[in-house]
């Protein structure tokens, strides 16, 4: 340990103030700007505590989004409410904003503990910030001189220092090694939920944005497509658009053939529109189908179940002749590529466990089987 680390002193990390009453944050019909980009209104609301993580491509408007409320951008309509007060037209260094950079922006000069020292939102005190994040061995040392992750750890705590109204984070860990990005987005999520501020993380990975995110955003071309729970959004993307950008595995399209009073649907799928699925009613805000619609069929891999010819289908409604075509193991689960009649295409996600009880092999002859609430309709 450096001696310099040695001689700071420590203590009790400050206490958030007392909150407002209403959404920490609030954005109504806010419509942010640069250059020839420019966003449909945005409108949303953080309670304290509440993390957002926003999803989407390049150029969907997720950065500017950020700027915009931090107050680099100016908006071209709407209000930004942060901690109960009007800060539209509020320079940023009044919004009391806890921003991380892309890059992590630390000065390459300055020793980590001066990093740190450098426009802290409040008094808390520089032992107690480098305690809060494991960084008192690296107080004295330089950027320059730390990993990835440890420069990264160093511009979170600058950005959660003292008592910020509200978290901003664009792209936290898109610059951290495969290897240490679990252990640095636990880390991340332990230290905004002890900093009790609504958070906004940017992010391209639907994984990150599902892990870290109370509630998920997906953005496109400058409009908020859905932005709901995060179970929610996976499990029920609002249209086609967004079951893409969510990475949904398997999207197929069919025509409705039966709408049940109490809106379940009857889908049928495949060029001929051979296969029949039942599906659960509809819950993305867009009503039911109506019968003879063009649809598409959203089924997330890991709601797939594959039983093999020598065991007993579970019986829920969905049960389907299939050939396994291909298996690819990936790090956390193995892939199967199935076929259905008709070309249909479906992939599986199966745990390793699983294939060491099942011999499976290319040309075997399966089942695929569907819960009808895992097979979700959108409109097309």
Known sequence: MDAASNALPSSEAVRPAPAPPGPALELQGLVTAVGRYRSKPISLRLQRGQTLALVGANGAGKSTLLDTIAGFLDPQAGRVWIAGRDCTEAPPESRRVGYLFQTDALFPHRS?????????????????????????????????????????????????????????????????????????????????????????????????AMALGQLVGVMHAGELRQCAPAAEVFARPADLLTAQLLNVENIWPGTVTEVTPTGRLRVHIGPTGGIGLEAGPSESGHGTPSLGSQVHVCVRAANVIVVPGTQSPMDLGNLMEARLVKIRPLPSFVQLQCELTHGVVVLAHVLPWQLRRWPLAPGDSIRIELHPVDVHVTSR
């Open 112 to 208: 980590v503990a001066e990093n740190l020292q450098f426009g802290r939102l409040a008094s808390e005190e520089l032992g107690a910030l480098l305690d809060r994040f494991n960084l008192r061995a690296l107080a004295a040392r330089r950027p320059g001189q730390l990993s990835g992750g440890e420069r990264q750890r160093v511009a979170l705590a600058r950005a959660l220092a003292g008592t910020p109204d509200i978290v901003l984070l664009d792209e936290p860990l898109s610059a951290i090694d495969p290897s240490a990005r679990p252990a640095l987005r636990e880390e991340l999520a332990r230290q905004l939920q002890r900093c009790h501020a609504p958070s906004i993380i940017v992010t391209h990975d639907p994984t990150e």
